[in-house]
């Protein structure tokens, strides 16, 4: 976030007398209440500054950076994964490059009749299918596929931080969306790189830090 110059000049006022009031910062720079109080609010929201009422304004000490990665580790998978693109289990091979394709997707989630999670197909998967000598819409993708318990995963209400952490430690392009139902997993989601490269963009360029 780039600050104006007047608001670098509250933040050095608070660092040296706070907590201190709006009037007695106006009165430093010799400016109303009512002129400053869009950068005090400003600033507050930013996290720059804290305020408590009838005390006055303190410095929160924390950087830009700092206040980046706070609101990163707010940022819920809920609000930024997209719409699952799933083929069922008895769906062959075939049938599955198809998907993919017309889908413009790297990875297929594979469900059973009940909607449940059953498995992740990736294009390596299916590269190294169609490589071979058999007919493709003979091969099953229940063959094919990463099966439970193997499948990395995350939730609505995890932390998408952590959900990025998990796509580049396995090296995966992307993550099923699951809702838990004891031993089941219904797919409502899918996470992928590129929504987490977009929520890291819009954090920053719309200054949320």
């Given at each position: 976030m780039d600050l104006t110059h007047r608001q670098e000049q509250i933040i050095e006022i608070v660092k040296g007398n706070g907590p201190i009031t709006?009037?007695?910062?106006?009165?430093?720079?010799?400016?109303?209440?009512?002129?400053?109080?869009?950068?005090?609010?400003?600033?507050?929201?930013?996290?720059?500054?804290?305020?408590?009422p009838r005390v006055g304004y303190f410095y929160t000490g924390k950087?830009?950076?700092?206040?980046?990665?706070?609101?990163?580790?707010?940022?819920?998978?809920?609000?930024?994964?997209?719409?699952p693109v799933v083929v069922n289990d008895q769906a062959n091979a075939y049938d599955a490059i198809t998907t993919m394709f017309l889908e413009d997707v790297g990875t297929l989630f594979v469900v059973d009749k009940q909607a449940s999670l059953v498995g992740v197909l990736s294009r390596k998967d299916l590269l190294r299918t169609s490589i071979g000598q058999q007919d493709l819409t003979d091969v099953p993708v229940h063959i094919i596929m990463t099966r439970l318990p193997k499948i990395k995963y995350c939730e609505?209400?995890?932390?998408?931080?952590?959900?990025?952490?998990?796509?580049?430690?396995?090296?995966?392009?992307?993550?099923?969306?699951?809702?838990?139902?004891?031993?089941?997993?219904?797919?409502?989601?899918?996470?992928?790189?590129?929504?987490?490269?977009?929520?890291f963009v819009e954090l920053v360029k719309n200054d949320h830090v």
């Open positions: 709006g009037e007695n910062i106006a009165e430093q720079l010799s400016l109303t209440r009512a002129t400053l109080r869009p950068d005090l609010a400003i600033l507050t929201m930013a996290g720059f500054l804290d305020a408590r950087t830009g950076t700092e206040l980046l990665t706070d609101n990163l580790k707010k940022l819920k998978v809920r609000n930024y994964h997209s719409v609505k209400d995890d932390l998408l931080i952590d959900a990025a952490i998990k796509l580049i430690e396995n090296q995966i392009d992307a993550l099923p969306v699951v809702s838990q139902d004891k031993q089941s997993f219904e797919v409502v989601g899918r996470l992928t790189k590129t929504n987490v490269t977009k929520a």
